[in-house]
């Protein structure tokens, strides 16, 4: 019984620690993209390429994009 | 062009949207964007579209520039491609600089594939610009326009201290060789242009006239930027390469193309490249 015990305390420590090593990790904005990357393949001269990459903010914090400029 | 959500909210999803315009582009097109934000780990990040942008004709460059001091013949060549399945036929519509150029269209696989080679006539020390406009029987793409610069008027430039690094180390090697065995026009590449245009600079090497010449690439170290063709003019003498930058490149960038010899006493070329672009307010191409 007390060895029982001994283990739901030790869970009950590793999740509490563990989470809060993961709230260390998401504070503040924390962004990430899907796909960085997209390739049209092949076109024909003069189409418009329209892309819209989706971002997603993991953080606690609002997400700023600051700018967006040709790289 | 982009547009984005300035904000997203935790927990929240948000988009940035990329819009380019293929319009004058042809072959592999690759444009970024950078992307700042408030996120101390990830304060900049690239995103990228590409395509493969295809073209009902297919044309090496549209700017013809030849430089040089007049005295002599300097050529510059085009190659024309068709890429759609039916043949394509070319007619000249309109040429300005008569007096100051020649070209001949020959015909390296007929209804898909010309050669332009345009030509000064030695004498001329001025510089000219022109056009020389074909009509073609693609209802896709009816005319091509070449853009055409001569450079021949001789400039009175006080030579310059050479600065650092491979400048320096070609001025050692130039000041140590009473004479060349290979004769290079310019060890300096420089590509110089609008971002979005076709830019293209040639080179020529000879060697001497009793020995036979060889060339071998050892290095390049700009292959997503540029492409590079080395052109025989006369077998184991006389090589013509043409730079020419990949479509959809608009950052500024700096490499080498090394080429080995087979001249003992010149083993190695060196070409010091520099793309420079400047921005344009649109593609009006």
């Keep these: ?71 | 062009m982009a547009n984005f959500d300035p904000a997203v909210p935790p927990g929240g999803e948000g988009k940035i949207t990329l819009k380019v315009d293929t319009k004058g582009y042809q072959g592999n097109v690759r444009k970024s964007a950078r992307v700042k934000t408030n996120d101390p780990e990830k304060q900049t990040v690239l995103l990228v579209v590409k395509a493969t942008v295809k073209v009902p004709i297919n044309v090496s460059s549209r700017y013809v520039q030849l430089y040089g001091k007049g005295d002599k013949e300097v050529q510059k060549t085009i190659n024309i491609v068709a890429e759609l399945d039916k043949p394509l036929n070319l007619t000249v519509i309109e040429f300005t600089p008569k007096d100051k150029l020649k070209y001949t269209i020959e015909t390296v696989q007929k209804g898909k594939e010309y050669r332009i080679r345009f030509t000064s006539i030695p004498g001329i020390k001025e510089n000219f610009r022109g056009i020389l406009k074909l009509k073609t029987n693609y209802s896709e793409k009816p005319e091509i326009s070449f853009v055409i610069h001569g450079r021949f008027k001789p400039m009175d430039i006080p030579p310059r201290a050479p600065s650092s690094g491979i400048k320096k180390e070609a001025a050692v090697r130039d000041a140590n060789t009473v004479k060349a065995p290979i004769y290079v026009s310019s060890r300096y590449v420089r590509l110089y242009g609008m971002e979005g245009a076709e830019i293209s600079k040639t080179v020529e090497i000879r060697g001497e006239e009793s020995k036979s010449l060889n060339l071998t690439i050892t290095e390049f170290n700009l292959k997503d930027k540029l492409k590079y063709t080395i052109e025989t003019l006369e077998k184991g003498k006389r090589y013509r390469i043409i730079f020419s930058v990949l479509p959809g490149n608009n950052r500024n960038f700096n490499g080498i193309l090394k080429l080995k010899t087979s001249y003992p006493e010149m083993p190695l070329i060196t070409f010091v490249i520099h793309g420079r672009f400047t921005k344009k307010g649109s593609n009006d191409r």
């Design chain 1, 1 to 71: 019984m007390k060895k029982l015990f001994l283990i739901f305390i030790g869970t009950l420590a590793v999740a509490f620690f563990g989470g809060m090593a993961l709230a260390q990790d998401n504070k503040g904005p924390r962004m990430t993209v899907e796909g960085r990357e997209f390739d049209f393949k092949e076109v024909k001269e003069g189409t418009v390429l329209e892309h819209t990459f989706k971002i997603f903010n993991n953080g606690n914090e609002p997400l700023k994009i600051i700018s967006v400029k040709p790289g």
